[in-house]
C-alpha cells in the first residue's frame, strides 16, 4: 500500500510509521436469551396468543386443502383470491381493445334500453285505460276557510255582495 504525500504528510516525520488503518464493522443486535422466551410463554396472555396463532394455521391449511379439490382455473382464482385476503395487492385488470369496449358498451345500452322499454309496455298492459281527470284551476281547499263570494246585483254604480 502506497501513501500519497500531501504537504501535510511532508511535515509529519515519519508518515508511513504514523498511518492508522481503521475497519467499519456495523453493530450486530445482541440476541435474545432464550431463558426470557420461556418466561414469556408461561404467562397465560401468551397461551392465549398461541391459540390463535394455531387456529390461523389451521384456518389456513383447511382453505389450502379445499383449494386442491378445484379445476385449475378455479384453483388459480382461489389463490389469488387467498393472497388478497392475506394482504397482497389484487390484481390489475386484462387489458381490452378500446374499439372493442366501447362496442361492449354500446351492446349492454341497448340491451338496458330494450329491458326498459318491456317494462314500460308491460306496466302500461296491466294499468290498462286507467287515467287521473285533471281539474282546472281547483282551488276550492284554499278558499274553503274563506267562503265563497258572489255578486247579487248592481245598481246605481254600487256593487252589492253576498257571502
Do not use: A
Given at each position: 500500500m502506497s501513501l500519497i504525500m500531501t504537504k501535510a504528510a511532508l511535515a509529519m516525520k515519519n508518515p508511513e510509521n504514523n498511518f492508522?488503518?481503521?475497519k467499519f464493522e456495523a453493530h450486530k443486535p445482541k440476541k435474545?436469551?432464550?431463558?426470557?422466551?420461556?418466561?414469556n410463554e408461561t404467562k397465560p396472555g401468551s397461551q392465549q396468543s398461541s391459540k390463535d396463532l394455531d387456529l390461523k394455521k389451521i384456518r389456513h391449511e383447511v382453505v389450502k386443502f379445499g383449494m386442491s379439490g378445484?379445476?385449475?382455473t378455479k384453483k388459480e382464482e382461489a389463490r389469488i383470491a387467498l393472497a388478497v385476503s392475506l394482504g397482497a395487492k389484487?390484481?390489475?385488470k386484462e387489458y381490452i381493445n378500446y374499439?372493442?369496449?366501447m362496442e361492449k358498451r354500446k351492446q349492454e345500452k341497448i340491451k338496458d334500453t330494450e329491458e326498459k322499454q318491456q317494462m314500460?309496455?308491460?306496466s302500461i298492459l296491466q294499468t290498462g285505460g286507467k287515467k287521473k281527470k285533471k281539474t282546472n284551476n281547483d282551488v276550492g281547499h284554499l278558499l274553503s276557510s274563506y267562503g265563497k263570494v258572489k255578486l247579487i246585483f248592481s245598481c246605481n254604480?254600487?256593487?252589492y255582495i253576498s257571502l
Open positions: 492508522k488503518f481503521v435474545k436469551n432464550t431463558v426470557d422466551s420461556d418466561n378445484f379445476d385449475p389484487p390484481p390489475k374499439k372493442e369496449l314500460r309496455s308491460k254604480s254600487k256593487l
